[in-house]
């Protein structure tokens, strides 16, 4: 049985508004076309769906369990329509993120946006040593993801992170050596925190690898070359956190947060920002279950 779903709108609107003539004005349809619609319906499904009188008009046993399916074919189909209606929006969204905020979750998501806005154009760029702030006060970039102190009321603040100091489980330091870092190039708030906190030790200590990725500076560290500051979740597998060791203090919270180029803001920069907290959401719910393990 294939059923119009025309004749499922028209007998819901009958439903909704109890009365053919008011489903007409809904369905900007005359009640003769409505009237039709409904018996056609009722043609096909082979019983009547309502008890009608001269002043009251109220569904059948089988009206109201049609009522149910009915909506629910409706509602789908709406959602369908939405997916893959196409987007009014149009335009050009330039974001900027550093690697560690994203993963592996982004070019996921960027295909996402990509089919629901086919009509605007990315410019992404994902790299840790690019210094986000200026591009986005330059309007070079229409908003970035940027890590931010702890206490800031920077931009958006979309979810903390606490930054540790971080070594391979096989480093060791021999005696008499200074202890060996591993850094981000300038400005980077994990090379400022970390050396920020060193200065105020009597650690002796030298900056032995650089690095703009995350992965050089990940290498640095799994190979035992040298200690870094990372944020807690991207401490990996062969890796051991090392606060208080060797002298080192303790490290301060820092935030992920959402910064953006001035006021106006295009209806495809607000969607492509949204992305970013949905994003941002995914991820803490997907980490809180580990945190709570860890615990």
């Given at each position: 049985?294939?059923?119009?779903?025309?004749?499922?709108?028209?007998?819901?609107?009958?439903?909704?508004?109890?009365?053919?003539?008011r489903a007409?004005?809904?369905l900007?349809l005359t009640?003769?076309?409505?009237?039709?619609?409904?018996?056609?319906?009722?043609?096909?499904?082979?019983?009547?769906l309502?008890?009608r009188?001269?002043?009251?008009?109220?569904?059948?046993?089988d009206g109201?369990d049609?009522?149910?399916?009915?909506?629910?074919?409706?509602?789908?189909?709406?959602a369908?329509e939405?997916?893959?209606?196409?987007s009014p929006?149009?335009?050009?969204?330039?974001?900027?993120?550093?690697?560690?905020?994203?993963?592996d979750?982004?070019p996921?998501?960027?295909?996402?946006?990509?089919r629901s806005?086919?009509?605007?154009r990315?410019?992404v760029?994902v790299n840790?040593?690019?210094?986000?702030?200026?591009?986005v006060r330059?309007?070079?970039l229409d908003l970035a993801?940027?890590?931010?102190p702890?206490?800031?009321?920077?931009?958006?603040?979309?979810?903390?992170?606490?930054?540790?100091?971080?070594?391979?489980?096989s480093?060791?330091?021999?005696p008499?050596?200074?202890?060996?870092?591993a850094f981000f190039?300038?400005?980077?708030?994990n090379?400022?925190?970390g050396?920020?906190?060193?200065?105020?030790?009597d650690?002796?200590?030298?900056t032995?690898?650089t690095?703009?990725?995350?992965?050089?500076?990940?290498a640095?560290?799994?190979?035992?070359l040298?200690?870094?500051?990372?944020p807690?979740?991207d401490?990996?597998?062969?890796?051991r956190?090392v606060d208080?060791?060797?002298?080192?203090?303790p490290?301060?919270?820092a935030?992920?947060?959402?910064?953006?180029?001035?006021?106006g803001?295009?209806?495809?920069?607000q969607?492509?920002?949204q992305l970013?907290?949905?994003?941002?959401?995914?991820?803490?719910?997907?980490?809180?279950?580990?945190?709570?393990?860890?615990?």
């Amino acid at each position: 049985m294939n059923l119009d779903p025309a004749l499922l709108r028209t007998f819901v609107a009958v439903l909704d508004t109890g009365s053919f003539t008011r489903a007409a004005e809904r369905l900007h349809l005359t009640q003769s076309a409505v009237s039709h619609q409904i018996r056609r319906l009722e043609e096909q499904l082979g019983r009547p769906l309502f008890q009608r009188t001269t002043r009251s008009l109220a569904p059948t046993e089988d009206g109201e369990d049609l009522r149910r399916h009915a909506q629910q074919i409706l509602d789908a189909l709406d959602a369908l329509e939405s997916r893959f209606r196409p987007s009014p929006i149009s335009g050009e969204v330039r974001f900027g993120a550093p690697e560690n905020f994203v993963g592996d979750r982004l070019p996921t998501l960027l295909c996402q946006f990509a089919r629901s806005f086919p009509s605007v154009r990315l410019d992404v760029r994902v790299n840790m040593q690019l210094d986000l702030r200026a591009l986005v006060r330059n309007r070079e970039l229409d908003l970035a993801v940027v890590m931010t102190p702890e206490d800031s009321d920077e931009g958006t603040r979309i979810r903390q992170t606490q930054l540790v100091w971080v070594a391979a489980e096989s480093f060791d330091l021999a005696p008499g050596r200074l202890l060996p870092f591993a850094f981000f190039p300038a400005p980077c708030i994990n090379r400022h925190v970390g050396i920020s906190a060193l200065d105020d030790t009597d650690v002796k200590w030298h900056t032995v690898f650089t690095s703009p990725s995350q992965q050089g500076i990940s290498a640095a560290i799994l190979s035992g070359l040298a200690i870094s500051v990372l944020p807690q979740e991207d401490v990996e597998p062969g890796m051991r956190i090392v606060d208080g060791a060797y002298g080192l203090p303790p490290l301060p919270k820092a935030n992920f947060t959402l910064i953006c180029a001035g006021e106006g803001k295009t209806p495809a920069v607000q969607a492509f920002g949204q992305l970013i907290l949905d994003l941002s959401q995914e991820i803490a719910l997907r980490r809180a279950p580990a945190r709570k393990k860890q615990r």
